[in-house]
């Protein structure tokens, strides 16, 4: 039961961390690790291009998508709709 939840709560974040990579543009800046490691090496990060904004828009909806999905697996199986409750 515990892991359903843990599922559930984790499908969630997963969807707001999509809503929210959407809502702030995705892919129009450098992830914060990708800035922390230029900053050390004392670089300037590569200008980004269209391959990788494509790529940051899939990413987010991913996110979106697969989030829904393992939480409402996490909810269903919580209600005893998928397995048998013990």
């Known amino acids: 039961m515990m892991a359903f939840v843990m599922m559930t709560v984790l499908?969630?974040?997963m969807v707001l961390e999509g809503i929210s990579e959407l809502r702030h543009k995705a892919g129009d800046s450098a992830p914060l690790s990708e800035a922390v490691i230029?900053?050390?090496?004392?670089?300037?990060?590569?200008p980004l291009n269209s391959?990788?904004?494509i790529m940051a828009r899939i990413h987010a909806w991913g996110l979106?998508?697969?989030?829904?999905?393992?939480?409402?697996?996490?909810?269903?199986?919580?209600?005893?709709?998928?397995?048998?409750?013990?």
């Open 11 to 13: 499908g969630l974040v």
């Open 64 to 86: 979106t998508g697969f989030g829904f999905l393992v939480a409402l697996i996490g909810i269903l199986a919580m209600g005893g709709y998928i397995i048998a409750p013990e």
């Open 51 to 53: 391959f990788d904004r």
């Open 38 to 46: 230029f900053k050390a090496m004392g670089a300037d990060p590569l």
